[in-house]
């Protein structure tokens, strides 16, 4: 029932505007921190209201109505019907994904899996 849920896409300013619940609060330096910096590279600074430190509470505090948050899209994938995903309308707010492994690990199963990776970051 949020004003905003209707929408396709939110500018980061209209975000920002909006109460914030950040995600994860603990520990520091984490995706809370990126999401911060995206903001402020924008210009912006969400006005945070609540802080979760699981990525279901942060959810449940949204579908309450507490504010909004940031999680990545692959969060959309849960299907609740209580929280709406909008696409926040700016190219250059994104998160890096990292994949870390052994130094000389030359499995198979590996190599498949970067490749994978690889395709799919690739869109």
């Known amino acids: 029932r949020h004003p905003l849920a209707r929408r396709r896409r939110i500018g980061?300013?209209?975000?920002?505007?909006?109460?914030?619940?950040?995600?994860?609060?603990?520990?520091?330096?984490?995706?809370?921190?990126?999401?911060?910096?995206?903001?402020?590279?924008a210009g912006h600074a969400p006005r945070v209201v609540q802080e979760a430190n699981e990525l279901q509470t942060a959810i449940g505090l949204?579908?309450?109505?507490?504010?909004?948050?940031v999680v990545p899209a692959s969060v959309q994938r849960l299907?609740?019907?209580?929280?709406?995903?909008?696409?926040?309308?700016?190219?250059?707010?994104?998160?890096?994904?990292?994949?870390?492994y052994r130094k000389d690990d030359a499995s198979p199963f590996l190599a498949q899996a970067l490749a994978l990776a690889q395709q799919l970051a690739k869109g």
């Open 12 to 41: 980061i300013a209209q975000l920002a505007a909006q109460p914030f619940v950040l995600y994860p609060a603990r520990p520091r330096p984490n995706y809370a921190d990126h999401v911060l910096g995206l903001f402020r590279a």
């Open 62 to 69: 949204v579908a309450a109505g507490l504010g909004v948050t």
């Open 79 to 100: 299907q609740r019907r209580d929280v709406a995903h909008v696409r926040i309308d700016a190219e250059a707010f994104v998160s890096p994904v990292i994949a870390s």
